[in-house]
């Protein structure tokens, strides 16, 4: 489920607005708790000791929602209700294996496609920066 998660909230947002509508045109969505912000500590690792330490906080918004009897609950990092409601509703969904999920997959696995090939492209811009310093030291020594 963190994999689909991960999909709805690096993804786009109208995927994820469009598949909350679809749950809400068919089925009753009740809030159960309305998104709210909270704070979370962020927990780390030292790098030499190898022991957990906590960061800081890290601002998050939060929201719970029930189709039927099943629950469905959206948190993600930062001010945003929205869609912290829709992914909750999203969540509801496919906990109670609703029908209407199961067209999702398709979609699901081409946001998962399209979010691979930005990072792909991303890293190749960083790369393009990318400063070899032992061509640094060449270039340095031969000066």
């Known amino acids: 489920m963190s994999q689909i998660t991960r999909v709805l909230i690096e993804g786009d947002p109208g995927l994820l607005a469009r598949l909350c509508g679809q749950v809400e045109?068919?089925?009753?969505?009740?809030?159960?708790?309305q998104p709210e912000k909270?704070?979370?500590?962020?927990?780390?690792r030292d790098s030499v000791s190898r022991q957990p330490f906590f960061m800081g906080e890290?601002?998050?918004?939060?929201?719970?929602?029930?189709?039927?009897?099943?629950?469905g609950f959206g948190v993600l990092m930062g001010?945003?209700?929205?869609?912290?409601?829709?992914?909750?509703?999203?969540?509801a969904a496919l906990h109670a294996k609703l029908?209407?999920?199961e067209s999702w997959t398709a979609?699901?696995?081409?946001?998962?496609?399209?979010i691979a090939q930005r990072?792909?492209?991303?890293?190749?811009?960083?790369?393009?920066s990318k400063?070899?310093?032992?061509?640094?030291?060449e270039y340095n020594a031969k000066r």
């Open 25 to 33: 045109r068919s089925y009753e969505v009740r809030t159960v708790r």
């Open 99 to 101: 029908p209407i999920t």
């Open 131 to 137: 400063v070899n310093f032992d061509t640094m030291e």
């Open 79 to 91: 001010e945003d209700a929205e869609r912290a409601y829709q992914l909750a509703v999203v969540d």
């Open 38 to 44: 909270s704070l979370v500590m962020s927990k780390a």
């Open 58 to 71: 890290i601002l998050v918004t939060e929201c719970t929602v029930e189709i039927g009897e099943v629950y």
């Open 119 to 128: 990072h792909r492209k991303e890293h190749n811009q960083a790369m393009k």
């Open 107 to 114: 979609l699901l696995f081409e946001e998962e496609q399209n």
